[in-house]
């Protein structure tokens, strides 16, 4: 499951496969480029249309550090990117303050997502790696009721 | 665009006006600093040249010693030349992000006036806080007197910014000895010393946007071991790029550095290993044991002590029957710096001296040309039996009971 706009480039590899090269060819100081070209426009670009180099964390993928990971039902969501705010690795992809989804690359499945979203109910729950998405939305809760107060 | 300076031929300065002065010649675009005793004067010297308009830079007021050199991680990382200035404690805390220069291998000039490190307290000079950095990945330079402070300090920016280097750079002196001690200085002219050093070449520059790049980066076991062996071998071979600098320098000022400072080595029968303004003093006492004793009595001083001059030590003193390595820093359950460094090189030679250590000068004590004179006579003891006729490791100007420990082993 590689969610929502991923590239060919996005997430290839497993954090840690890459070449075990020797101490003569790391980089010096540990300095790794993000781009193999220079490029004049990266502000301009989105993540999708970079050429990211190998040593950019946009070509490896943390997928297998999951073991629950969030689902995203867009008829709840309000567009608020609180979730986008929050996530810590930048795995919540929202285009002109909408909401698309989730890039599963990169998403550690920590649930800050889940945790600040102020929908009722959530737009984005947890379910175990293994569920489908259909049958994880098949079976969202409805909106909950306010408990009154005495 | 920063004004210059009219200096005279002959300036009187003191160790720390001498390196404020050379890092104003150098045009260091960032000081970040937290001054501290004995060092303050030099970054309070860049700022007022800031302030007055002789610099084109900035000055970066942090809160701590960590937060200053976090600031020039930053500054150099970021494109800028960079320096700043700190002593023992400030050193301290400094030090979790000398190993991080060093491993980004950001070309940053640190001025330490070397001082006492508590407990106890103590603003005196002594080497505690220079050997506290010694594994950190700096190349070392050691100035024995004010002149060279300047000197040096000029040559660091060279050294440590050339593209076969790109490592941090710190220029010792002897707190209060030298930093405190007006003397006499021939410095170059603005212009003169700002061509010595040259402009800034940035590398890898964060601030180069077409070209983004990540400093910091983790690495475990799997990459960790590459890029030390790697920053290790560029801090061993930077010594080809500093003998070039110092080769520059002495055709433009007459003056000389090397690696391995040697004096009256030719024919010398015992030697003191030593650093800092303790240098001259035993230039003195053994100029005045052959003259007076006829005793041929040698010094040898790394100008460099990291890189460690291993192969120069080793030539140095192949011919020399006793040597005594003069450590001014609390040996702490092992002997002195200098003692291993030394012993380490002349283990692998055919006629290995007689080595011996003093610990001397802690938190500032004095050390006095009859005592350089009283260690070089005992040597010269060693010399004539052939064996080590003291204890290893002596305390030298130490009031009670004599302290010493481990003798020769002669089976």
């Given at each position: 499951m590689k969610g929502v706009l991923a590239t060919d480039k996005r997430g290839v590899r497993e954090l840690g496969a890459e070449e075990m090269v020797g101490w003569d060819e790391v980089t010096q100081g540990v300095v790794l480029p993000s781009f193999d070209q220079p490029i004049g426009n990266a502000a301009l670009l989105r993540p999708e249309e970079r050429a990211y180099s190998d040593f950019n964390s946009y070509t490896a993928t943390v997928a297998s550090w999951r073991v629950i990971k969030p689902v995203y039902n867009r008829d709840i969501c309000i567009d608020c990117q609180n979730c986008w705010v929050w996530c810590p690795d930048t795995s919540i992809i929202s285009r002109d303050k909408q909401m698309l989804g989730i890039d599963y690359d990169h998403c550690k499945g920590c649930g800050v997502c889940v945790e600040v979203c102020p929908t009722n109910p959530k737009s984005l729950l947890m379910f175990a790696e293994a569920?489908?998405?259909e049958d994880a939305l098949a079976k969202w809760p409805e909106k909950k009721k306010k408990e009154k107060k005495d | 665009m920063a004004e210059k300076m009219e200096l005279n031929e002959?300036?009187?300065?003191?160790?720390?006006?001498?390196?404020?002065?050379?890092?104003?010649?150098?045009?260091v675009d960032v000081v970040a600093a937290y001054p501290i005793t004995p060092s303050t004067p030099i970054v309070e010297g860049y700022g007022a040249f800031m302030a007055n308009g002789y610099i084109d830079g900035e000055f970066v007021m942090v809160e701590s010693e960590h937060a200053a050199m976090s600031g020039c991680v930053g500054a150099s990382a970021a494109g800028g030349r960079v320096a700043t200035a700190t002593s023992s404690q400030g050193f301290m805390l400094m030090i979790e992000v000398l190993y991080q220069a060093s491993?980004?291998?950001?070309?940053?000039?640190?001025?330490?006036?070397?001082?006492?490190?508590?407990?106890?307290?103590?603003?005196?000079?002594?080497?505690?806080?220079?050997?506290?950095?010694?594994?950190?990945?700096?190349?070392?330079?050691?100035?024995?007197?004010?002149?060279?402070?300047?000197?040096?300090?000029?040559?660091?920016?060279?050294?440590?910014?050339?593209?076969?280097?790109?490592?941090?750079?710190?220029?010792?002196?002897d707190g209060f000895t030298t930093s405190h001690t007006a003397q006499n200085i021939r410095p170059l002219s603005?212009?003169?010393?700002?061509?010595?050093?040259?402009?800034?070449?940035?590398?890898?520059?964060?601030?180069?946007?077409?070209?983004?790049?990540?400093?910091?980066?983790?690495?475990?076991?799997?990459?960790?071991?590459?890029?030390?062996?790697?920053?290790?071998?560029a801090l061993m071979d930077s010594y080809t790029v500093i003998d070039r600098v110092f080769e520059e320098f002495e055709k433009k000022t007459g003056r000389e550095y090397k690696r391995l400072e040697t004096y009256m080595m030719d024919d010398a029968e015992v030697a003191i290993v030593a650093l800092g303004a303790t240098v001259e003093t035993c230039i003195l006492a053994a100029k005045q044991l052959r003259e007076e004793e006829g005793i041929k009595a040698g010094v040898v001083a790394p100008r460099c002590i990291r890189p460690f001059p291993f192969n120069e030590m080793r030539d140095v003193l192949a011919n020399v029957k006793a040597v005594a390595t003069l450590d001014h820093s609390a040996p702490m359950g092992a002997?002195?710096?200098?003692?291993?460094?030394?012993?380490?090189?002349?283990?692998?030679?055919?006629?290995?001296?007689?080595?011996t250590n003093f610990i001397y000068g802690l938190g500032g004590r004095d050390f006095s040309i009859n005592e350089a004179k009283r260690i070089f006579r005992e040597q010269k003891g060693h010399a004539d039996v052939g064996y080590i006729t003291t204890e290893i490791q002596q305390f030298s100007g130490l009031r009670g009971p004599k302290l010493g420990f481990y003798e020769m082993k002669r089976s």
């Open positions: 569920e489908a998405p | 002959i300036e009187v300065w003191d160790g720390n006006h001498a390196a404020a002065q050379a890092l104003r010649q150098a045009q491993g980004m291998r950001l070309p940053i000039v640190l001025n330490v006036v070397n001082r006492a490190v508590a407990s106890p307290l103590n603003v005196r000079g002594d080497h505690g806080d220079m050997y506290a950095g010694r594994d950190s990945g700096w190349i070392q330079l050691d100035a024995f007197n004010a002149q060279e402070v300047y000197d040096l300090n000029l040559c660091a920016f060279k050294i440590g910014e050339d593209i076969n280097v790109r490592l941090p750079v710190m220029v010792h002196q603005d212009d003169e010393a700002y061509a010595f050093v040259g402009d800034f070449k940035p590398v890898d520059e964060m601030l180069d946007f077409s070209k983004a790049v990540t400093y910091g980066a983790q690495t475990e076991e799997d990459w960790h071991y590459e890029h030390k062996a790697k920053q290790h071998r002997m002195g710096m200098l003692y291993n460094e030394v012993a380490g090189a002349m283990v692998s030679t055919q006629d290995r001296p007689l080595i």
